[in-house]
């Protein structure tokens, strides 16, 4: 029961994320916020590390992974950033982490030549049905350019969690996800230089209170509980708890944005979340 306590909290601060993106972008660059969350993350991560006990050992190939998928969680942030800063915090959680299974699934097809069975078919068909409800065509919704970069940053995530797959195969999950928060820092620091990193000292504290929480609560604390959870639950049922993102994204975000999701919206979330649990169905 504790663990389903932990992991329930896991789920709700990951939500709780995206309404705090959208406050932090609303008054400093995309690149310099991005820089400073992973920052803090990396520091955030050093008693995590403390805890683990764990020696931090990287080979060759681990660390052209760390590179790799560094380059794509900077690369994923600056348009999931910039998505929501065009567009809302709601549609931001409920689009990319719906979308984000399908998409990884359609490349693990394509690149990995994964094979599917029909239920997994079926679960891909309802799940595109439910991205075509979520982006609003027939109202051109799907042009809008927050829509496009939500669709981007699914993409971009399916391709960074099969990286992050193969990764088990040579760094432990908590190692990973440091070395690729600093190799991010890393990264960031020379994109967020020409904008003035110091900008961030000049906001007020409801900008620092979305950042820590980003950066601390909505990131290391909510990722150890997974991959600690995940140990003892297995992947699969701590995977199940994901479905509970979408509906804590939209539910912190009228809480403390007062946004109010549309009725296509709420149906494709729950058409694609149907579909999540079609594709992960162990039968």
Same mark, same amino acid.
């Given at each position: 029961m504790q663990l389903v306590l932990l992991m329930v909290l896991a789920m709700v601060l990951w939500g709780g994320g995206w309404p705090a993106l959208k406050i932090v972008t609303a008054s400093v660059d995309v690149e310099v916020v991005t820089f400073w969350r992973f920052l803090i993350m990396t520091l955030a991560f050093i008693p995590v590390l403390l805890w683990w006990r764990k020696p931090i050992t990287l080979s060759r190939r681990g660390a052209l992974i760390i590179g790799a998928s560094a380059l794509l969680n900077v690369a994923f942030m600056v348009i999931a950033f910039w998505g929501v800063k065009l567009g809302t915090a709601g549609a931001g959680g409920v689009i990319i982490t719906t979308l984000s299974p399908v998409l990884t699934v359609l490349l693990s097809?394509? =690149?990995?030549?994964?094979? !599917?069975? $029909? $239920?997994?078919?079926?679960?891909l068909a309802v799940g595109l049905i439910g991205g075509v409800l979520m982006l609003e065509p027939w109202n051109?919704?799907?042009f809008q350019? $927050?829509?496009l970069l939500f669709v981007g940053s699914a993409l971009v995530w399916g391709v960074l969690t099969l990286l992050s797959q193969r990764s088990h195969?040579?760094?432990d999950p908590i190692h990973y996800s440091f070395l690729l928060a600093a190799a991010a820092t890393v990264m960031t620091f020379f994109l967020a230089l020409p904008f003035g990193m110091g900008v961030v000292f000049e906001q007020d504290w409801r900008f620092w209170s979305a950042m820590l929480y980003l950066a601390i =609560?909505?990131?290391? !604390?909510?990722?150890?509980?997974?991959? !600690? $959870?995940?140990?003892?639950?297995?992947?699969g049922a701590a995977s199940s708890y994901m479905f509970l993102v979408p509906l804590s994204a939209l539910v912190t975000s009228y809480w403390v944005l007062d946004e109010l999701?549309?009725?296509?919206?709420?149906?494709?979330?729950?058409v694609s979340? !149907?579909?999540i649990a079609m594709i992960n169905s162990k039968k």
């Open positions: 097809m394509w =690149l990995m030549r994964t094979r !599917v069975n $029909a $239920a997994q078919w079926r679960g051109l919704h799907l350019g $927050a829509n195969l040579h760094l =609560l909505g990131q290391t !604390v909510a990722s150890t509980i997974f991959f !600690v $959870a995940s140990g003892k639950l297995g992947s999701p549309s009725f296509w919206l709420l149906c494709g979330g729950i979340t !149907v579909a």
